[in-house]
């Protein structure tokens, strides 16, 4: 679910911030020549980030239901809920144009950039988009959609109408890559012998910029309304993420720690609620470090 959003989007702008091909600070018009009128052509990479960009949450379902380039020039018709910079407001829409930006500079599908420069370097073999069909009795089954289990299929309707592969959404994992992930992060950008991101990179990524009510990180989450999957006694260092199927991971330089969280609160029915829990596992691993020390 979101995870891919900080996982596999944050991290390939991040990739293209770093070899020069994009500017935090450039508006995404520049690199989306189609994403502009009422105000858009003012929003900045950055503000799509840090989900500053004035775009609204989620845009309606009918917008997706003509196919994925109908879809695409809907977002880009899109009129803004605020100024861009003006309020944070947690935005799916905005991880769309992300990806798209990450397709149009690199030349590359989403799915196949963020394999080629994250995943498999990292030798996250099981993570990716559009899982492979021998793959599917491993992932969770959420709920139904047309009469049928969702599995090895994106939960996200939206991102289902995309054809499985967005910005915001589609991602498959497992705990056993998600701790390699982490683990390079932690190695501020290397894991072994192989890097992935610079050390500088993984500071501007997870340090914390103040938007209106909290703290976010580039494609991360800091403090926010969206932390109570976060551990209580976690460092002002800790960064991490949550997604709507029941997962979340945080990380703490701070404490060499790393939490992952991966569960499936919306079988069968699509209701349940795990941030706390998530919370409260959080702290318990942190509590047991402080402890130590």
């Known amino acids: 679910a979101s995870l891919t959003k900080p996982l596999c989007t944050a991290t390939s702008v991040m990739l293209l911030l770093e070899r ?7 508006p995404a018009s520049q690199y989306l020549d189609e994403f502009n009128g009422h105000g858009k052509e003012k929003i900045t990479v950055r503000q799509l980030l840090l989900h500053t960009s004035g775009l609204t949450p989620d845009n309606h379902l009918r917008d997706y239901q003509d196919g994925p380039q109908q879809a695409w020039e809907r977002v880009c018709d899109l009129r803004l809920l605020s100024p861009p910079g003006d309020k944070f407001r947690y935005s799916d829409v905005g991880f769309i144009v992300l990806g798209k930006l990450v397709e149009r500079v690199s030349g590359q599908s989403l799915n196949d950039f963020a394999h080629e420069n994250i995943f498999a370097p990292l030798g996250m073999s099981k993570t990716g988009y559009l ?10 089954p959420t709920e139904q959609r047309d009469g049928a289990w969702m599995r090895g299929e994106v939960h996200d309707p939206r991102a289902y109408a995309l054809g499985g592969v967005a910005g915001h959404a589609g991602l498959f994992s497992t705990a056993q890559d ?4 982490a683990q390079m992060m932690l190695g501020e950008g290397t894991l072994g012998q192989e890097t992935v991101i610079k050390p500088a ?7 914390a910029y103040k938007v209106s009510g909290g703290l ?41 720690l790393f ?30 470090i402080r402890d130590y020390e």
């Not at 990179?201 to 340090?207: I, L, N, Q, W």
């Not at 699509?270 to 509590?287: E, F, M, P, Y």
């Open 20 to 26: 020069g091909e994009v500017g935090l600070d450039a």
């Open 131 to 140: 899982p492979a069909t021998e793959l599917h009795a491993r992932t969770a």
């Open 178 to 181: 998600l701790a390699r992930y």
């Open 201 to 207: 990179t993984t500071k501007t990524m997870t340090d």
């Open 216 to 256: 976010r990180g580039l494609g991360w989450d800091k403090r926010s309304g969206y932390s109570s999957n976060r551990g209580e006694g976690m460092s002002a260092s800790a960064f991490g993420h949550g997604g709507f199927t029941g997962t979340a991971i945080w990380v703490d330089p701070e404490l060499n």
């Open 259 to 288: 939490v992952i969280f991966l569960s499936n609160r919306v079988h069968p029915v699509g209701k349940g609620s795990v941030n706390r829990l998530a919370g409260q596992i959080g702290t318990i691993a942190v509590k047991a």
